[in-house]
Structure formats: structure tokens, C-alpha cells
């Protein structure tokens, strides 16, 4: 198999604010042709903010897709005009949590839906942390708290914390620390 | 913070293949309205496949948004109509690898991008697995293959394996297995 597709006609079916769907026409390996549903993302990072006590700084808020408050690590989208993911995540952990860091430690990436979603996240571990301002956007609400590891990872492992960049962050984190 | 937000108007703005996309209008808890884009998905199911002599059975197929060949846990779509997750589980491990299991555990759930998207993914471990009949779609391209265990926990540690329901299925499969 040469497990490949190739492109007939790239379609921008609708542009909203952060994201736009495209839907492309394809030519499978079969010969055959097929429509791929893509979702355009600028790319994420996300940092898991370890204090020197060994807590993690967490924020809560209202994700609209599920109707739900959900705890999260520090997170945000990349700046259009190529922002690098670690500067990103310098500026975020600051906005949200009102911290800097003197060390980040890359915890690699990931791909949130890879059927059709073209998102990057990219994940970090902070350390060194001290405090400096929290700037939140006017129409940005949330609240921030420090949880104990151990209390996050078993969180993790009974299924109270449900976002996925938060689940691999702090389990490949779990993984390096030998927690 | 109340931390909630009241939708003001729901709005289809395209129908997918796959996903739907909708652009709602939202009351914020400042009384200010803004624009929430969300991703309509069924939700789907991922299986993490354990053989008796401990490896894991992967497959491999084109990620047409990343344009990339992902190694990835046998995954799917929920059918519509109300499939069940463990149904769906079974029905994917059967099709994608051809292998049926004595013993679903579960791994929990994961929101892949909670900003925008609704899709939850179900995840569980397969055990007693014995050999059945693969049944591929007629446009569905896919190797399988078998990798130790260990290997694929080195693979999400060094970052070649970037899919996020994979490295959490994993992740949390190696804590309860003490790996």
C-alpha cells in the first residue's frame, strides 16, 4: 500500500473565528475519489506549570462545546505571523496564570482528531516559577488553582480531568519526574 | 465567576461528511455577546489491543490534514442512532485489525480540543484477543502491526507518535500495568 492521497480541488467552505473548515476533494490509492473534511487551526501550546512544592497551576473554565467547566493546564493559540511555540507559551502561562518560568522542557506535541482536524498542541513544563501579572482578555473568564501532582494524575486516572492536552501532559511529565 | 455562558443563537453554517460546523452567538458573563465557533462530532471510540505476549497492535493509515502516515490505536466513529461506546469498541477492533477481545477495560474519555469541538473519544484496553476477520471499508486504507509495549511508551516519550487518544491510552493503560 502506499497509504497516500492526493489533492483534486482544496474547497474553504466556511471561515469562522478561530477556525475554518475546508472541504477537499481527493484521489484515494484505489483510484477512487473522496471528500476530507479538514479543520484549519493556527496551532496551540499548553504548559504544565510545576511549582517548587510540586503543584500544578491549573485553570478552570466554561468550554461552550460542552456545556461543562473543565480544569486545564495553561493554554493558548499561536499568534497569526508565526509566533514560536515557546514564546506562545511564555505569553500564555503569564495572561492566564500570572506567572514566568526560568525553565521550559519541551514535552513534545500532539494531534487533538487527526480525521480531521489539522491542530498542533504543543506541550511544555515549566519550572521556576515566579510571580508576575495575570492579564486575562476583557471577555476571557476563568479561575486559577494549585493542585497537588498526585492529586492531578490520580484526577487523570479516575477520569475528572477530561482534556487531552492536559491528560498527556501531565502523564508524560508523571513519567520523566518518576512520579 | 459563574463561569457559564447562555446561548443567544445556534447557528449550522456547514454540514461535513464527517462534522458538522456551527457558529453560535453567546452571552458572556459581563453581559457582552461574542461568537463561539463549535465543531459538531458523534464521538468515537479508540482501542488499545493487548496481545498475551504483551504487544500492542497498531495501525498505520494517511492523516489527510497532516499529510503524514500516523501510527495510531484502532479507532472509530460512533454509528448514528445511538451506538453504544463498547459496541463500537468491538465493531472497530473487528474491522480495522480483524482481532476480537474476551475483555474490554476502560481507559475513561478524552476531549480532544475543548475550545471548539464537542467530540468525546471513549477509550478501553482489549485483553484475551483471538484472531477473527478483518473487514476494511471499501475506501479504507490501513497496515496493521504489532509493537511491544514498551516500545510504543518509548515512541509517545520521544515523540514519534503524535495522535493524542494513543498517548493517553497508553499513558493510562502503563500506569495500571505498572510498566
Given at each position: 500500500?502506499?497509504?497516500?492521497?492526493?489533492?483534486?480541488?482544496?474547497?474553504?467552505?466556511?471561515?469562522?473565528?478561530?477556525?475554518?473548515?475546508?472541504?477537499?476533494?481527493?484521489?484515494?490509492?484505489?483510484?477512487?475519489?473522496?471528500?476530507?473534511?479538514?479543520?484549519?487551526h493556527?496551532?496551540?501550546?499548553?504548559?504544565?506549570?510545576?511549582?517548587?512544592?510540586?503543584?500544578?497551576?491549573?485553570?478552570?473554565?466554561?468550554?461552550?462545546?460542552?456545556?461543562?467547566?473543565?480544569?486545564?493546564?495553561?493554554?493558548?493559540?499561536?499568534?497569526?505571523?508565526?509566533?514560536?511555540?515557546?514564546?506562545?507559551?511564555?505569553r500564555?502561562?503569564?495572561?492566564?496564570?500570572?506567572?514566568?518560568?526560568?525553565?521550559?522542557?519541551?514535552?513534545?506535541?500532539?494531534?487533538?482528531?487527526?480525521?480531521?482536524?489539522?491542530?498542533?498542541?504543543?506541550?511544555?513544563?515549566?519550572?521556576?516559577?515566579?510571580?508576575?501579572?495575570?492579564?486575562?482578555?476583557?471577555?476571557?473568564?476563568?479561575?486559577?488553582?494549585?493542585?497537588?501532582?498526585?492529586?492531578?494524575?490520580?484526577?487523570?486516572?479516575?477520569?475528572k480531568?477530561?482534556?487531552?492536552?492536559?491528560?498527556?501532559?501531565?502523564?508524560?511529565?508523571?513519567?520523566?519526574?518518576?512520579?
Open positions: 500500500m502506499k497509504l497516500t492521497e492526493k489533492t483534486l480541488e482544496r474547497n474553504m467552505v466556511f471561515q469562522g473565528k478561530i477556525i475554518n473548515m475546508r472541504q477537499d476533494k481527493v484521489e484515494l490509492e484505489n483510484g477512487r475519489t473522496a471528500t476530507r473534511d479538514v479543520i484549519e493556527p496551532g496551540g501550546v499548553c504548559v504544565l506549570p510545576l511549582t517548587d512544592d510540586g503543584k500544578i497551576i491549573m485553570v478552570r473554565q466554561f468550554r461552550y462545546p460542552y456545556q461543562e467547566v473543565l480544569p486545564e493546564l495553561p493554554a493558548g493559540k499561536l499568534e497569526p505571523g508565526g509566533e514560536e511555540p515557546l514564546e506562545c507559551g511564555r500564555e502561562l503569564e495572561e492566564e496564570t500570572g506567572m514566568t518560568a526560568e525553565e521550559f522542557l519541551s514535552l513534545g506535541t500532539m494531534y487533538p482528531s487527526p480525521g480531521y482536524c489539522e491542530e498542533v498542541i504543543h506541550m511544555y513544563l515549566a519550572k521556576g516559577l515566579h510571580k508576575s501579572v495575570q492579564r486575562l482578555d476583557e471577555d476571557e473568564f476563568l479561575e486559577v488553582e494549585q493542585l497537588p501532582f498526585e492529586q492531578v494524575l490520580e484526577d487523570i486516572m479516575e477520569g480531568i477530561k482534556d487531552a492536552k492536559t491528560q498527556i501532559a501531565v502523564l508524560k511529565a508523571a513519567r520523566l519526574l518518576k512520579k
